[in-house]
Each structure stands twice: as structure tokens, then as C-alpha cells.
């Protein structure tokens, strides 16, 4: 049915965007928000984890990047009879003031989606940096934290 495809291509575009916005903004705001927007089991960025496992990762994230800002520039939706593909091309800058470091750039978010009733979540996440600039400041991160 078209119809119900474009339905759910626009739903799980919302939900990618209300996504974005939730990651941008306040730490714990985006921690508590894991469990309102991922499925119980959740493929992230190839392996299959739990909603807790994905909640420590997400406060890991966090407390590594306490400053994010990801703006979505293009967003494509392919669906099937049960989930939809959304990729996004997103421009992202995450900041730790304590150690001063930024790193900004270009990404490629890819999320699948599925729908319980009219209710979209996301079942698989994962992504890949285009395009990245590394300033550490006074502090200089260790390597391979930056």
C-alpha cells in the first residue's frame, strides 16, 4: 500500500529528527530519552545489544562529549512492507570544555525503523564520519580519545 508506506517513510523521518534534536541536547535529557525512541534489542553499529547496554553506551558517550550539536542537512527514507531505512547526511560538532576538545564535521547516520501499530523505534543504528576536524586544546586529550 503506497500510502502506508509514505505514512511510516514520514513517520520514521520524524523520529530521526526528534532524534537528532534529543542527542543535541542536555546529557541526562539524552540518556532518559534511550528507551522512548530503540527497541528493546537493538542492532548498534553491528552487534546486537540490550536497551541497558545501549543506555551505558549512550551515557558513556555523554560523559566522553558533554557538549553536541548534530543538524541534519539530507534525509532518505527507503521502506519496506515492515521497517524503514533513513539515512542522514548530518553535520555534527561535540565539545568536552574539560579537556579541551572539539571535534567537528560530517556524518552519515544510518537508522532502521519499525513500527509497533503507528508507533515508530529505532532497531538498528549505525554510521560512519565523512568528514572530521580535531582541535584539542590546552588539555590534549589522550591518543585515540579525541
Do not use: H
Request: aromatic share 8%; net charge positive; charged share 20%.
Amino acid at each position: 500500500m503506497p500510502g502506508a508506506s509514505a505514512e511510516r517513510a514520514a513517520a520514521a523521518r520524524a523520529l530521526t529528527a526528534s532524534y537528532l534534536a534529543t542527542v543535541s541536547g542536555s546529557s541526562d535529557t539524552m540518556v532518559g530519552a534511550a528507551t522512548q525512541f530503540y527497541a528493546t534489542r537493538v542492532r548498534f553499529y553491528g552487534r546486537p545489544i540490550t536497551t541497558a547496554a545501549l543506555v551505558a553506551e549512550k551515557r558513556s558517550f555523554v560523559q566522553r562529549w558533554p557538549e553536541r550539536r548534530y543538524e541534519p542537512r539530507s534525509m532518505r527514507a527507503a521502506c519496506d512492507v515492515e521497517t524503514c531505512t533513513i539515512r542522514t547526511i548530518v553535520d555534527f560538532r561535540t565539545a568536552n570544555p574539560g579537556r579541551g576538545a572539539v571535534s567537528s564535521g560530517e556524518a552519515e547516520l544510518i537508522l532502521e525503523v519499525g513500527f509497533a501499530g503507528t508507533r515508530p523505534y529505532i532497531l538498528g543504528e549505525t554510521g560512519r564520519v565523512l568528514r572530521r576536524s580535531i582541535q584539542a586544546g590546552t588539555l590534549a586529550a589522550s591518543p585515540g580519545k579525541a
